[in-house]
């Protein structure tokens, strides 16, 4: 039984094999494989994919069936060199031995990127020599399963971004592998730190890192830590954690751009981190003095905020450009004595993102347009019922501001309509 | 003073296009700089096969969008959104033009597009959007599953197979229309549980199941054409002899004289001599065939 398609001719299989192969790497590998049966020609197409895409949802009704198709793609994977494997396994606890057996096949083909999100697994010590790694992603699972334990020093000399979740004894694990990854460049580590005897994280040693988000997450009774950050390199730095741990900057002399999300900051932290050009905060604890930031361009607010507390921030950033808060809240506030000075000389850009449209915050409006002097654009998006929205935008044009070129943009509420997301735009 | 390069497709026509814009290919580029060419309509740059006049202009298209120094990455975006909004036929010429022309970032444009629209789809919706002509027989299609058969559903499954390749083996005469269309439900299953042995015509290794006489006994009425329990017991030792190890999940058997393939390990088996009676079995028909129905409308979706 063999016709013509209907309509016109075939010209996805007359494309040359290479190509074929990179579009049916672009999709998870189940989809690839069902094209086997297409017709003749693409029988045996999906073996010569470079990227393995494995996830556990529909139609996987059991783990073995799941099991048994990785297999079997691993098994007949062609591909000389392949550039990533991904296992996403959320729901289904696929044997150990199996993920160990794959992620040994992958790095046996010389796989590039590796992203592991499984809910079970054993590392096999294969991957921590890999010469060929270059990105690496793996979740521990938050379990205690020895995952990470190799006997033989790791040496990953190829690889430039480690993204990990480090549960089981993250001070001897977690560095463990960073000292074995001479030109990381990338690292995303989270902790959880239970029991550990360690009370110093010491981050130095590694020229060549630029980028570093630590997350540590809060578990009863740990003793504080101390962060240490030597990194002469490190351009941009995020910080997550909900320990209260005391963050030590020694030397950040490259940094550009910090995002820090920590109930407990201190004074000696944010000195370390001032020459920031970019800075993004979530909500924490009154620090009655800053430091000045001379560099800072771009300041975003995170969370909600006191209108005073974002004042007192306006105050210590002479040259900022550009604002952006979340989330305004509080009570009346006082205004200042003297208005900030980057309010007179280079704020040019002001967003909220969530504007409830709440007294404090159209007080808060009210001062920022009355004195800002260069001020250019203002957006509001609003998170409010839509009855609200025209009373609102009106009251807000109506405000007098202190700059002539200043528009104000007004992007709608998602209360308008049942079908979303309604983007409307007023243009003054 | 803008200055112009000559470009000439594969049916000769030739054409003065904005150098800035043409430069923006690499091909073209190179074709310029290290062997200047283009610089006249004699010395017109001679195009690849694949670009003819019409896929020219949507490349150059792009060329003149994205050789703009100032555009944001947001306009660039939506830029891309709507130029990959074509039909199957037109981006595949796209992408093999792109392809010879080595412009990277529009071969990976529109691969991605293409692979959105093969993404997620059964194969018949993919067949019809791409208009591939469906070559593969019937039987080749109906290759049972090679898993091992904890899953209850895979065991109706199967045994709805063997109904069918029953069925297909009756009615090979007669070519009903039925039967087609019973297989297109089919084939949709087959989907993804069917995997291509890449040794298979000349495959020669039998595992045998744990011991399972039954099983012995089925293999050898599935080798011959017609269920003949006289030949059971030389095919019984020449399956012996064949075995190489004892993979309880797998088994695979020596094509031979019937085109069909008989793959997979199922454990009940069929319609064979099963023993029941009539009534117990057609309710077991019945059932499978629901069964298979259901699977249907969860797994083409």
Partial sequence: MSSIGENGDDRLSGLPEDTISHILSLMPTKYAVRT??????????????????????????????????????????????????????????????????WIDKAVRLNVSELDIQVLIFKLPLSLFTCKTLTKLRIDDGNLNSRVWECPCPVNLPCLKTLDIAVHDNPFV????????????????????IDKEEERYYIFNNIPTL???????????????????????NLEYLFVGDSLGSVFVVEDLPSLVEASV???????????????????????????????????????????????????????????????????????????????????????????????????????????????????????????????????????VLELPRASRYCDIHFIGSRYHSASGYLDFEIHV | MKSFVWLETADG?????????????????????????????????????RVTPAVLGLILDYCRFHQVAGRSNKERKTFDEKFIRLDANKLCDLVSAADSLQLRPLVDLTS?????????????????????????????????????????????????????????????????????????????????????????????????????????RKKNLRKDPSPNIENKNPSY?????????????????PNQSISLKFLGYVSTESDFDDGLDPALKEQLDREVEDFAQRLNSVWSK
């Avoid at chain 1, 578990?219 to 830590?225: L, M, N, Q, R």
Wanted: charged content about 30%.
């Fill in chain 1, 36 to 101: 086997s049966i297409l017709s003749k020609r693409w029988r045996y197409s999906w073996m010569f994919v470079t990227n393995l895409d494995f996830d556990d949802i529909h139609p996987f009704h059991s783990k073995i069936v799941l099991s048994k198709f990785v297999d079997r793609v691993m098994e007949n994977c062609k591909s000389p060199q392949l550039r990533s494997l991904r296992l996403h396994f959320s729901s289904k606890r696929v044997k150990r031995a199996s993920i160990s057996s």
């Fill in chain 1, 173 to 192: 694990n977690a560095f463990g592998l960073i000292r074995g990854c001479p030109i990381l460049e990338s690292l995303s580590l989270e902790v959880s």
């Fill in chain 1, 210 to 232: 630029k980028r570093l988000k630590l997350i540590l997450e809060r578990v009863f009774f740990s003793v504080t830590k101390q962060v240490v950050l030597n990194l002469p």
């Fill in chain 1, 261 to 395: 999300s920590s109930y407990h900051m201190c004074l000696e932290f944010l000195k370390g981190i001032s020459g920031v050009k970019s800075l993004t905060i979530d909500t924490f604890t009154f620090i009655p003095a800053l430091p000045i930031f001379p560099n800072i361009k771009h300041l975003r607010f995170t969370s909600f905020w006191y209108s005073g507390r974002v004042l007192q921030f306006l105050e210590s950033c002479p040259e900022l450009k550009h604002l952006c808060i979340e989330e305004l809240t509080g009570e009346h506030w006082i205004e200042p004595n003297l208005v900030p000075a980057c309010m007179l000389t280079t704020l040019t850009t002001i967003k909220i993102s969530s504007c409830k449209g709440r007294e404090p915050e159209i007080e808060f409006l009210e001062y920022m347009l009355r004195n800002a002097k260069v001020l250019r654009a203002v957006t509001i998006s609003w998170e409010i019922y839509q009855i609200e929205e025209k009373r609102l935008c009106a009251k």
């Fill in chain 2, 13 to 49: 026509l030739i054409q003065q296009v904005e150098e800035e814009v043409a430069m923006f290919c690499p091909m073209i580029c190179r074709e310029v700089i290290h062997k200047s060419m283009g610089s006249s309509k004699n010395h017109a740059i001679k195009l690849p096969e």
């Fill in chain 2, 112 to 216: 991605c597009a293409i692979a959105r629209m093969i993404s997620g789809k059964t194969a018949e919706e993919i067949r019809e959007t791409f208009h591939i002509a469906d070559d593969l027989t019937e039987e080749e299609k109906l290759e049972p599953i090679k898993i091992k058969t904890d899953d209850s559903r895979v065991r109706l499954l199967n045994r709805l197979y063997a109904r069918k390749r029953k069925q297909l083996k009756a009615r090979e005469k007669s070519k009903d229309v039925e039967v087609e269309e019973e297989r297109v439900e089919d084939r949709s299953v087959d989907d993804l549980l069917s995997f291509i042995n890449s040794g298979d015509e000349d495959s020669k290794g039998v595992k045998l199941a744990k011991n399972k006489k039954k099983n012995r």
């Fill in chain 2, 237 to 253: 030792k020449e399956m012996d002899s064949l075995s190489s190890s004892h993979n309880s999940e797998i088994e695979d058997l």
